[in-house]
């Protein structure tokens, strides 16, 4: 990047910038894997956390849904807040809360009293991602910028692959409860780097006074809503169930409320047309297509290898930890390095390429696959992790204005957060349905008399009949009945596949409509014979 971009200072806080920037780095870093592995652990971490609490399946998918819907109905209004009453304010306390709650959550067993620390807990934990990005703009120097974000970035990946494996680790060695207890340390250190790594500042009075509460609580109301009724309708059945309507239908209404609301008020907080500009929302589209296209290794991978293959997260973790997460550590550096060189639109060309070969690959799905059949997968996913939301979002950065950051930065933490628990809500759905229809067409295809049906149900029959001549037809039948479930499975994830094949197709698509960002902090800077012949031509560069 141009020196003489890279030697300034972003939109400083009140307070300065920091005199000890490894300290507000390290904060970004905590906060935002603690806010992604918890997410994570706790999702993944589902069925021990219901035999561990005593809950039904409706009373564990509502606790998932607790928590991660107030995450987003919090996460908008962050960066105001931050931008108002400062990073220390926003961070500090909230970090100690949280601590407490989740040391508490797992001495409770009353369900209503372990919805409303579900609702707590999630509340802190939205603050965090969002306020620990600000601080990247806020208190670093732009030569930081880059390293910084693409930290805040890998996050989402690295915290994918290896939730698994830390959820099979905590459950099998240390206990279930620290799904919630790794909260209680990592949350107090995360406060004190913050402290240490941002200066203090004073409360923004002037902003306070103008602060636009009802667009706040109405966008985070109606997204929250709508995730709600789009987590809970794979479960309840969509538009059979009274509660997914009325869920949809609210969240809709007050995100009606919340256009008309920022149209009327005197200081809008987070209008609309600041996605205006078309390389903004282009990106953002872009965005919620990683998302989606990412589910490939989130999602299809983990639960085929679960559901088919019949492993615990621990053992099917190890793939995604070792071949996943482990080599983001040398992957990130090289897509920052790219990033220095490079437009953001060449190195997202590669990260969608990547998703697509990965997700091609997986359509050739079988169910004899064993976990170390989608190590090539895997290995593609983390490359195309690594070189898709970082140059996403420095794409934003260089597109967005400075003066609507706060605006900005509330869809932002919309599609980061609605649209990854939106994604899984949907996969769930598609997975599904597809199987449904899969096992029809497979079932149309065993009539009762079928010469090879018959031909199948005796050569089990004769096998099972070794260890009880009376059941063995019985278990014949049921035999059979478990293989046609398992292909109308394999072929459901196959589908899967191929929707995040398409998805990552139209990415690239997308990424042809956006223009070059204007010249900025993030602007690359050629190098080797390139640099050379613009230094020639009397060109500065770095």
Same mark, same amino acid.
């Given at each position: ?181 790794? +909260? ?9 780097? #913050? ?11 002037? !902003? ?15 997204? %929250? ?21 009325? !869920?949809? #239908? ?30 903004? +929302?282009?990106?953002?589209? !872009? ?20 559901? #088919? ?7 099917? %973790? ?11 550590? #040398? ?55 690594? !070189? ?118 139209? +990415? ?11 010249? %900025? ?22």
């Amino acid at each position: 990047m141009a020196a003489n971009d890279d030697a300034g200072r972003g939109p400083i806080s009140r307070g300065g910038v920091a005199r000890q920037p490894l300290f507000a780095v390290a904060a970004v870093l905590l906060g935002s894997f603690l806010a992604n592995f918890d997410s994570r652990l706790t999702t993944v971490g589902l069925p021990d956390l219901r035999g561990a609490f005593g809950l039904s399946f409706d009373e564990g998918a509502w606790l998932s849904t607790a928590g991660i819907g107030s995450q987003i109905f919090i996460a908008p209004a962050v960066a105001w807040l931050a931008t108002v009453f400062g990073l220390r304010r926003v961070l500090g306390i909230p970090s100690l809360v949280y601590a407490l709650v989740s040391l508490t959550i797992p001495f409770v067993r009353d369900y209503p009293t372990l919805i409303a620390l579900s609702v707590v807990h999630g509340l802190l934990l939205g603050t965090f991602v969002p306020a620990t990005l600000m601080i990247v703009f806020r208190n670093l120097p732009i030569r930081w910028w880059l390293p910084a974000i693409a930290l805040y970035s890998i996050r989402v990946g690295f915290a994918l692959d290896s939730s698994s494996s830390l959820v099979g680790f905590y459950v099998e060695h240390l206990g279930w409860q620290w799904l919630y207890w790794q +909260g209680v340390v990592i949350a107090p250190l995360m406060g004190l780097m #913050v402290y240490l790594g941002t200066p203090s500042e004073p409360v923004n009075r002037a !902003l306070l006074r103008a602060a636009d509460w009802g667009g706040m609580l109405l966008l985070g109301a109606s997204v %929250g809503m709508i995730y709600a009724g789009l987590d809970q309708g794979n479960r309840l059945d969509w538009l059979g169930s009274g509660t997914v309507m009325a !869920l949809l #239908v609210g969240g809709g209404v007050l995100f009606v409320a919340f256009l008309v609301n920022e149209s009327w008020v005197a200081q809008p907080w987070a209008h609309v047309n600041v996605l205006f500009s078309r390389n903004v +929302g282009l990106a953002l589209i !872009l965005i919620l297509l990683y998302t989606l296209t990412s589910l490939s290794n989130a999602s299809l991978v983990p639960n085929f290898l679960g559901a #088919v293959g019949q492993l615990r997260p621990e053992q099917s %973790g190890w793939l995604l930890l070792t071949f996943g997460a482990l080599p983001m550590s #040398v992957l990130v550096p090289i897509s920052i390095w790219l990033l220095r060189h490079f437009d953001t639109r060449t190195v997202v060309v590669v990260g969608f390429t990547c998703f697509a070969a990965a997700n091609l690959w997986g359509t050739q799905l079988t169910h004899d696959w064993a976990r170390e059949d989608f190590i090539g997968i895997v290995l593609l996913q983390a490359v195309a992790q690594s !070189l898709t939301l970082l140059p996403l979002i420095i794409t934003l950065l260089s597109n967005s204005d400075p003066s609507r950051a706060t605006a900005f930065a509330a869809y932002i933490q919309i599609m980061r957060l609605g649209g990854a628990e939106i994604g899984v809500a949907l996969m769930g759905t598609w997975l599904r349905v597809r199987e449904q229809v899969h096992s029809f067409y497979i079932g149309q295809n065993l009539e009762v008399g079928d010469v090879n049906v018959v031909r199948a149900l005796k050569q089990l029959a004769d096998h099972f009949a070794a260890h009880g001549a009376g059941s063995a037809q019985a278990r014949a039948v049921g035999t059979l009945a478990s293989f046609v479930a398992r292909e109308a499975n394999v072929l459901a994830y196959i589908d899967g596949f191929w929707l995040c094949f398409w998805l990552a197709v139209a +990415g690239l698509g997308f990424i042809a409509l956006i223009t070059r960002a204007p010249p %900025g902090p993030f602007t690359p800077a050629p190098f080797g014979f390139a640099k050379r012949v613009l230094r020639k031509c009397g060109v500065q560069v770095s």
